[in-house]
């Protein structure tokens, strides 16, 4: 018994991890961004202008399913970036 509750502490760490950064999350996508793209590809905007689908779902879920190919292998930064990149796209 007393291991289980052992082997749950990280988990819950980490989910309390995930509810404080979502505090601040416009700097956190940002950084995220500026740590995995910025060294080629110099603005987001320009980036954000090009993606495809009409629809903010559209373009997150395209955006996603590239990325995995695309020098990202951290789901949690994949999602950070897609957020903050879609975000600066037409509703
Ligand atoms: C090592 C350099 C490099 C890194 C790092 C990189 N990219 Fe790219 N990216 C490219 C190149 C080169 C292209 C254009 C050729 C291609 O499509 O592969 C591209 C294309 C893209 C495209 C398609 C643009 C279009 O015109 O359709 C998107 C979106 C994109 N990158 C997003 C990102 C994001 C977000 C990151 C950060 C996770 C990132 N890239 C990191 C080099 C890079």
Not at 10 to 24: C, E, K, Y
Not at 65 to 85: G, M, N, Q, T
């Amino acid at each position: 018994m007393s291991i289980q509750c052992a082997r749950a502490v990280p988990v819950v760490l980490g989910a309390l991890t995930l509810i404080s950064a979502g505090g601040s999350v416009g700097f956190a996508t940002e950084a995220a961004f500026q740590t995995h793209c910025l060294k080629c590809h110099s603005r987001a905007s320009t980036l954000a202008r090009r993606l495809k689908g009409d629809t903010r779902d559209e373009r997150a879920a395209a955006l996603s399913k590239f990325l995995e190919d695309h020098h990202l292998d951290d789901p949690a930064a994949r999602a950070a970036i897609v957020k903050y990149l879609v975000e600066q796209t037409d509703p």
